[in-house]
């Protein structure tokens, strides 16, 4: 599988050492597009532990930075990064989007494209067998230790279908 994904989503998994493990296992490539690259590289700043991980994954070609060279018309709301990650998703034609904001991922499947949070992860990676009830359960956990926002009744409504 191929994704696009948001500065969130790479940057929370790659903060998870097994979640990045498992993220790199499940697609074969992840695209962002500059302002998402740069959105990362400002991490840089603060010494974030995940620019190195992100920056390795781009130097061995896993995750790939492309340029957007059109952007649709789009909620003025939504991030520059968010905006191109749609543009970029509606132009490679990917399997996933990964991005959390509720209102840029509500404007992309408006739009019919394939937006998944990174929450959802650990249940896809449950129902395929790869990982264990308590695995997954615990990813989810170090997830939203690791800063990534999630509401009480979202967590609860992932770690439910965590069967």
């Given at each position: 599988?191929?994704?696009?994904?948001?500065?969130?989503?790479?940057?929370?998994?790659?903060?998870?050492?097994?979640?990045?493990?498992?993220?790199?296992?499940?697609?074969?490539?992840?695209?962002?597009?500059?302002?998402?690259?740069?959105?990362?590289?400002?991490?840089?700043?603060?010494?974030?532990?995940?620019?190195?991980?992100?920056?390795?994954?781009?130097?061995?070609?896993?995750v790939?930075?492309?340029?957007?060279?059109?952007?649709?018309?789009?909620?003025?709301?939504?991030?520059?990064?968010?905006?191109?990650?749609?543009?970029?998703?509606?132009?490679?034609?990917?399997?996933?989007?990964?991005?959390?904001?509720?209102?840029?991922?509500?404007?992309?499947?408006?739009?019919?494209?394939?937006?998944?949070?990174?929450?959802?992860?650990?249940?896809?990676?449950?129902?395929?067998?790869?990982?264990?009830?308590?695995?997954?359960?615990?990813m989810?956990?170090?997830?939203?230790?690791?800063?990534?926002?999630?509401?009480s009744?979202?967590?609860?409504?992932?770690?439910?279908?965590?069967?």
């Open positions: 599988m191929k994704a696009v994904a948001d500065a969130s989503s790479l940057i929370h998994s790659a903060r998870v050492p097994v979640f990045w493990t498992l993220l790199r296992k499940t697609f074969q490539e992840i695209t962002i597009p500059e302002a998402v690259h740069d959105e990362i590289l400002r991490g840089r700043n603060i010494q974030s532990p995940d620019v190195p991980v992100i920056e390795q994954a781009i130097s061995e070609g896993w790939k930075v492309a340029r957007v060279t059109f952007i649709p018309r789009l909620p003025e709301n939504l991030g520059r990064g968010e905006r191109e990650s749609i543009a970029l998703t509606e132009q490679l034609r990917v399997d996933w989007l990964l991005m959390g904001d509720l209102v840029a991922s509500t404007t992309a499947r408006l739009r019919g494209l394939p937006v998944r949070p990174i929450a959802c992860l650990p249940v896809y990676w449950r129902r395929k067998g790869i990982v264990s009830k308590a695995e997954a359960t615990r989810l956990d170090d997830l939203v230790k690791s800063g990534y926002y999630l509401s009744r979202d967590y609860l409504s992932v770690t439910e279908q965590i069967i």
